[in-house]
């Protein structure tokens, strides 16, 4: 799956799992940052497996500093929703040409950022429907199927969050949490339906200290 890669690819990894790293212990909104850059270097599909290894290492990294901030009320509320959004997200998915794989990544990582900037432009976190069941059924399966579809939950998340006005440790852990559950189920599901997972991508993930 993974051929020579040139210096720009290699650099595309590399750059990316450091803000990996940086996204998951307190700045989220790098997420948008490695996203559409490692689509633009590897295609849609092929950078979601490239990062998806980087992801649960950053999970893990996140989870053993935040493990004890999550606030479990909120994640049980959305989880099961979640998981619903990313077989919705294995099958749209699945279906669909690189090119427009693409385009959906990308409109969906507009769509999220202007509604978070409207919401604070317009200073209307505190008018968001935190109290109706459907606000986490919808939230729930948005970042399901955009976790799934290109790894751009990082929004979706950060507004369920903020909407709840969580402390900054339980904000984090929240979301730690949460990610490293769906990330670890994704695995499965990118490498025996989309089989854009293989030894020598996660060998392209481990860059400098892979195995000669």
Do not use: E
């Not at 199927?145 to 852990?173: C, D, E, H, Q, W």
């Amino acid at each position: 799956m993974i051929p020579d890669l040139s210096f720009w690819q290699w650099a595309a990894i590399q750059t990316s799992g450091a803000l990996v790293g940086l996204a998951k212990v307190g700045v989220p909104g790098l997420g948008l940052l490695f996203v559409p850059f490692m689509a633009f270097a590897f295609g849609a599909k092929v950078s979601t497996g490239l990062l998806l290894p980087l992801l649960n290492a950053g999970d893990v990294l996140a989870v053993s500093i935040y493990r004890r901030h999550a606030d479990w009320p909120q994640l049980a509320k959305m989880l099961p929703w979640a998981v619903a959004g990313l077989v919705l997200g294995t099958f749209v998915g699945g279906y669909l040409p690189d090119a427009v794989f693409r385009r959906l990544m990308g409109v969906m990582i507009l769509v999220l950022v202007a509604l978070m900037a409207f919401l604070d432009y317009r200073k209307a976190w505190d008018k968001v429907p935190i109290h109706s069941p459907w606000f986490s059924i919808i939230a729930g399966l948005s970042a399901g199927f955009t976790t799934m579809v290109g790894n751009a939950a990082g929004p979706v998340m950060s507004l369920y969050l903020l909407s709840m006005r969580l402390p900054k440790a339980s904000f984090i852990g929240t979301g730690a949490w949460f990610f490293l559950i769906v990330n670890l189920i994704k695995v499965p599901l990118q490498v025996f339906f989309w089989h854009n997972m293989s030894a020598a991508s996660l060998l392209a993930d481990l860059g400098p200290f892979r195995p000669l």
